[in-house]
């Protein structure tokens, strides 16, 4: 039995277990999660990855939900300016077509006006009929609309959470699954399963927070064995990641007859990103991919509006994710609501330390600082407040410089570093920010680096993300904590890997 008693445990290591953790170690509370995979492995990897205010969700009269979305916008910016940015978004519009001009309008009007705008630009018209933007399109347009939003690399979200939630003292073990919990004498009894070693381990708390994000309800019924339980409608959403079909920095956004809509977005210098579906799914959340009933979808949605259409050969690389929504009966899955719900189990009026549990349903990476300010008033209510809210003005891990800081910060570590090619400094601070120096130490010239694996990609990366990120398989290098795997050949993943293997062998024989 262990001795240490935690103030919370969370499962999960996706975004909002994640949020939750830092927030709450930094408040003062002894944090301890797990995460069955790595870190961001489920639905966090798997988003359009904006931070936005919801353009779409205006419909649906979610009118909370895009405020506090669009106040996050530039707060988010501000904690993480390498790795979050302001994208502007082109909404071409068509006459005739499925929503008219006056509601396109009112819409991005109360974006611009709702809440929090201060450095990100207003709303503009383009002619089309001049503008760049339109010289990949068809000729269906004579007028768009430019709006801004934010752009989030969401596996690094998640990963510089956990890292500074450890850094404050949080106890953070990815690879650890929970495999039951149950209420003893007014705490909670966790048991774990370590993934790789098989080892089992048995932590104690005085509250849980289930944070399984498309599992939420796995875990109350297999941990808790609460076998009725039925929060969450599971919608799958996929992508498609294309060779890039146009220039520039800013994205498309699609309205289809369907009344649904796709987003184009630049991706990784010479790709294009474009997606999402909404299907409901049943299974396991694990074995989700990409149907080709979708792939035929946006690839044919995509060449309405493309001069060049996009075909399925052009595919370079796909992936799924699943949202987990809280079940609000919507009949259709993209009506669901995307607002998050936390509900408090097992607490009773002022009563305290009766081993509460906090059940987190739905949330998006946009609002995922906001659902921990809110999932920590709960934990307050339950087991007692401790400091205050404080993530507001702080900073992410390699995110402390100005917010329209990222060129000058390129220019410091190129003059810092003068071998580095000029976009491999670019891609340092955009993955590392201030921490792209702790990666490169006392290299004075390419060559200590180390192995080069291939693209930009040596063994000094490789190895700060093993020893800072708890990096151990090649997928968490090359799809989570970088999107390398675009890059590299299947030869050169074979290299990857054989290192990452020799390392962890060193390891275990050393432990
Ligand atoms: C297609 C799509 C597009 C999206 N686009 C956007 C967007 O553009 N902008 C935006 O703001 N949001 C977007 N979202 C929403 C956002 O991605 C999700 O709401 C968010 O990532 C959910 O995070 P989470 O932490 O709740 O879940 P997850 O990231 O799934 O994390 C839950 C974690 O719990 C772990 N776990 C489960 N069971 C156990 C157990 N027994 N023990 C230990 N660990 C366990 C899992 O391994 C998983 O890593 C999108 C979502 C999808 C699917």
């Known amino acids: 039995m262990a001795d240490k008693i935690h103030d919370l445990f969370v499962i999960g290591g996706g975004i909002n277990g994640c949020g939750i953790a830092r927030d709450a170690v930094g408040r003062g509370y002894s944090v301890a999660l797990a995460e069955m995979n790595d870190f961001a492995s489920g639905t966090s990897s798997g988003a359009t990855k904006l931070i936005h205010g919801g353009l779409r969700y205006l419909e649906h009269y979610e009118f909370r939900l895009v405020r506090e979305s669009l106040m996050e916008r530039e707060v988010l910016w501000a904690m993480a300016p390498h790795i979050i940015w302001p994208m502007r978004f082109v909404l071409p519009y068509q006459k005739g077509g499925i929503r008219p001009a006056w509601l396109i309008r009112l819409g991005l009007f109360l974006y611009d006006h709702l809440g929090g705008r201060k450095l990100l630009p207003p709303t503009a018209v383009l002619d089309m009929r001049r503008d760049e933007a339109a010289k990949p399109l068809k000729a269906l347009f004579s007028k768009a609309f430019e709006y801004s939003d934010g752009w989030v690399?969401?596996?690094?979200?998640?990963?510089?959470?956990?890292?500074?939630?450890?850094?404050k003292g949080a106890l953070i073990m990815p690879r650890t699954k929970v495999v039951s919990a149950r209420r003893e004498n007014g705490l909670w009894t966790i048991e774990t399963v370590d993934t790789v070693s098989g080892i089992a381990a048995v932590h104690r708390a005085r509250m849980l927070v289930n944070a399984a994000g498309p599992w939420v309800d796995h875990v109350i019924r297999g941990a808790f064995g609460k076998n009725e339980a039925r929060n969450v409608r599971l919608v799958q959403g996929s992508h498609i990641v294309v060779k890039k079909k146009f220039e520039g920095p800013r994205a498309y956004f699609f309205q289809n007859p369907d009344n649904r809509i796709i987003f184009a977005i630049p991706y990784e210098d010479e790709f294009t990103l474009i997606g999402t579906t909404d299907r409901d799914f049943s299974g396991d959340p694990k074995d989700v991919r990409i149907s080709q009933e979708e792939t035929e979808y946006l690839c044919k949605a995509a060449s309405e509006y493309f001069k060049e259409p996009v075909r399925q050969d052009d595919i370079v690389w796909t992936y799924a994710g699943i949202r987990p929504l809280f079940d609000d009966g919507a009949t259709k899955a993209q009506e669901a609501t995307r607002d998050y719900v936390l509900k408090l189990d097992g607490f009773v009026g002022s009563e305290v330390n009766r081993a509460?549990?906090?059940?987190?349903?739905?949330?998006?990476?946009?609002?995922?600082?906001?659902?921990?300010?809110?999932a920590l008033e709960k934990i307050?209510?339950?087991?007692?407040?401790?400091?205050?809210?404080?993530?507001?003005?702080?900073?992410?891990?390699?995110?402390?410089?100005?917010?329209q800081g990222y060129e000058a910060e390129v220019t410091k570590l190129h003059k810092a570093y003068p071998f580095l090619a000029a976009s491999h400094a670019r891609r340092l601070v955009r993955r590392y920010g201030t921490r792209?120096?702790?990666?490169?130490?006392?290299?004075g010239k390419i060559e200590d680096l180390g192995r080069l694996f291939g693209s930009d990609l040596y063994e000094a990366e490789v190895l700060y993300?093993?020893?800072?990120?708890?990096?151990?398989?090649?997928?968490?290098?090359?799809?989570?904590?970088?999107?390398?795997?675009l890059h590299l050949s299947h030869s050169e993943v074979a290299l990857l890997d054989q290192f990452i293997s020799e390392i962890i062998q060193r390891q275990v024989a050393a432990q």
């Open 380 to 403: 307050g209510e339950a087991i007692g407040t401790k400091g205050a809210p404080w993530t507001a003005k702080s900073h992410l891990p390699g995110g402390d410089f100005p917010v």
């Open 436 to 443: 792209a120096s702790v990666l490169l130490g006392t290299a």
């Open 465 to 485: 993300l093993m020893a800072h990120e708890w990096a151990r398989t090649t997928n968490d290098i090359l799809w989570r904590r970088s999107k390398k795997g």
């Open 356 to 374: 509460p549990l906090l059940n987190v349903f739905g949330g998006k990476l946009t609002t995922y600082r906001r659902l921990a300010e809110h």
């Open 153 to 167: 690399d969401d596996a690094r979200l998640v990963v510089l959470n956990a890292r500074d939630a450890s850094d």
